[in-house]
């Protein structure tokens, strides 16, 4: 049974700094490229950042400079370290893990940015 477990939201100043977290299990993890995505209220879900190994990241343009991802293959997880948040930031931030033509998601963490 495949799963994806985030963990590391909550409430941010604008400003702030968050680092989500994605266990994953299951899965061949480093065969996988993982990706974080959010869903803001009345929006569609959207895609932040993805990573297939080091050498291999994409950002929407956003968070370029201000959002990192990273892995770590033995223990199975992917991060999103984020800074320099700002309020229009605040959704649910789901950790996603696709190859081929297989694709999980997580349940999502909830990331609040407000003073």
């Known amino acids: 049974q495949v799963q994806l477990v985030e963990s590391g939201g909550g409430l941010a100043q604008p400003g702030g700094s968050l680092r989500l977290s994605c266990a994953a299990s299951?899965?061949?993890?480093?065969?996988?490229?993982m990706a974080w995505y959010r869903q803001a209220p009345g929006k569609q879900r959207e895609l932040v950042a993805s990573m297939l190994s080091a050498s291999s990241t994409n950002y929407e343009d956003s968070v370029k400079d201000r959002f990192t991802i990273s892995r770590d293959n033995p223990k199975n997880t992917v991060y999103l370290q984020m800074n320099s948040l700002k309020p229009e930031e605040t959704a649910v931030y789901y950790c996603?893990?696709?190859?081929?033509?297989?694709?999980?998601w997580g349940q999502g963490t909830q990331v609040f940015v407000s003073s």
């Open positions: 299951g899965i061949s993890f480093s065969t996988y490229a």
């Open positions: 996603n893990a696709k190859r081929n033509w297989r694709e999980y």
